[in-house]
């Protein structure tokens, strides 16, 4: 008897392994495990809080006194309970924007928060958020503006130091870090040490991003790095949150230089690049990024939202969404009720996938194996998928439902820790024994969001056109729009 429970966990386990392991080949370019769990996250938040809050200002310009920053209401756990309610994954803080005020303690300055009313100077906001968000189970990433209008020695090698000092202490003294934002914004005006000038740096090698980012991997070497070139998470070209409607997770990063990017090519990535570089779709749900009171009545709605998580997650980018603290230290009401507003709609709308379990039939298969069957595509498994036979570029596959559904919303995933492949593809659905065209794009990738008007059907066609490998999915989704979208 206990050879046989011995044996039949070998067994278990063998096939476990298997299946773990054997998958059709990758493309030569692939995510590392680590973006592949960082798009799963889809939406993040983004928290914008410096002096600019006391002063109403969007760029500081570095003159500011630090005792201004005396924010009385400060609680980092509402913060955290906001980005939840907006089913944020991670969020990240700007521990220093470009006005050089500094939200941790830094032994590097006095232009920080210990020289603050802020806890009698001994309070330290980046420990704060890192605990909160821990403790919720949230990700935690920061900002460090590589501008800094506030540093005397900015634009001079001294100045570099300084900042890879304050990274080495923010990425030593606070846990896991899972990005770091590098921000593309850099030189011009400031008052740097009451110098009040103008300085401008080569955007090509005043930093030496290289040995920045070898920096920062070498102290946390599960971190992501995102910037204008990567190298893991890139800009989206634009900071109103929207992705190219065809978006490429790969990307040629040396054609690329921090603050001075093509910002279509950002936007659409690059088919034949030769590195996985995911798209972040930067936004803030008020005009500006930091809190003004005069904008309390202009913080996107819930509807505006759920537009901007069509256009990024659904285009295979991942929302980042700025919430700004006011000076009370808390996010705003209307901040919250957009926030729960937009998680509502989205966990109505997409709560049942009316294609579960649908008979899926494909005329292309990798093998007779059941790891690459179509219906793999509607088991709501991320993870399994279905592959069309090798060499095959093109593929059709045809869901039929057990009963007519109605829907407005599709949903289609790509395996993509084997590489982003499809390029086209069209839907069609079947209207009285006619099938129709009823959507069509390009690139999928992670996740691709179609909208449509409500067709009510019992088998659509998903027809792959183009691919620069055998081509792959692993989910298909039909859903009905929330009502109150
Ligand atoms: C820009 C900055 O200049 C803005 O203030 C903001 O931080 C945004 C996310 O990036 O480059």
Redesign the pocket.
């Known amino acids: 008897m206990k050879h046989l429970v011995v044996f039949v966990i070998l067994i278990l386990a063998t096939s476990c392994w298997l299946s773990a392991t054997k998958d059709i080949p990758a493309n030569p370019v692939v995510p590392s495990p680590q973006q592949v769990e960082y798009q799963k996250m889809e939406i993040i938040g983004?928290i914008?809080y410096t002096v600019n809050a006391f002063t109403d200002k969007?760029?500081g310009d570095g003159s500011e006194r630090s005792d201004i920053f005396n924010p009385t209401e400060l609680d980092v756990r509402q913060w955290v309970r906001a980005a939840r309610l907006g089913g944020m994954q991670q969020l990240i803080l700007?521990a220093k924007?470009?006005d050089g005020f500094c939200l941790w303690p830094s032994a590097f300055t006095e232009h920080s928060i210990k020289n603050s009313p802020y806890k009698d100077g001994r309070g330290d906001i980046v420990k704060e958020l890192a605990e909160a968000c821990t403790q919720a189970g949230l990700k935690f990433g920061v900002?460090l503006?590589p501008w800094d209008r506030n540093h005397p020695d900015y634009a001079r090698s001294e100045y570099i130091t300084y900042y890879r000092n304050q990274l080495r202490e923010l990425l030593t003294n606070y846990g896991p870090i899972s990005e770091m934002w590098f921000?593309?914004?850099n030189g011009g005006d400031g008052w740097y040490g009451g110098a009040n000038e103008r300085r401008t740096i080569d955007r090509k090698t005043y930093y030496e991003w290289p040995i920045t980012w070898n920096l920062v991997k070498e102290l946390q070497p599960d971190i992501l790095i995102f910037s204008d070139a990567g190298p893991d998470i890139r800009w989206i070209g634009n900071?109103k949150g929207i992705a190219g409607e065809t978006c490429w997770s790969m990307f040629d990063r040396t054609k690329v230089a921090v603050g001075d990017a093509d910002q279509n090519y950002l936007n659409t990535g690059d088919p034949d690049g030769p590195h996985w570089v995911v798209g972040e779709c930067?936004v803030?749900i008020r005009p500006g990024?930091?809190y003004h009171k005069s904008e309390d009545d202009k913080v996107k709605t819930p509807q505006q939202l759920v537009d901007l998580y069509y256009k990024s997650v659904g285009r295979n980018g991942t929302l980042l969404l700025?919430i700004p603290p006011d000076q009370r230290g808390l996010i705003h009401e209307n901040d919250v009720q957009s926030l729960k507003g937009f998680k509502t709609i989205l966990d109505e709308t997409f709560k049942e996938n009316l294609a579960r379990g649908a008979k899926v039939m494909a005329n292309s298969q990798w093998s007779h194996d059941a790891r690459f069957a179509a219906d793999n595509i509607v088991d709501q498994d991320i993870d399994s998928y279905w592959a069309a036979k090798e060499n095959d570029r093109a593929a059709t596959l045809t869901l039929h439902l057990d009963a007519p559904a109605t829907f407005d919303r599709i949903m289609l995933q790509e395996p993509v820790r084997l590489g982003q492949r499809i390029a086209q593809f069209t839907v069609e659905a079947q209207v009285d024994g006619d099938w129709q065209h009823i959507a069509s794009a390009t690139t999928i990738g992670y996740k691709r969001l179609l909208r449509l008007t409500p067709i009510t059907v019992t088998q659509i066609r998903l027809k792959i056109i183009e691919a620069n490998n055998t081509p792959a999915l692993s989910n298909v989704g039909l859903f009905k729009a929330s009502a109150l979208e």
């Open positions: 983004f914008h969007e760029w700007t924007h470009h900002y503006s921000d593309g914004a900071e930067d803030s990024w930091f700025n």
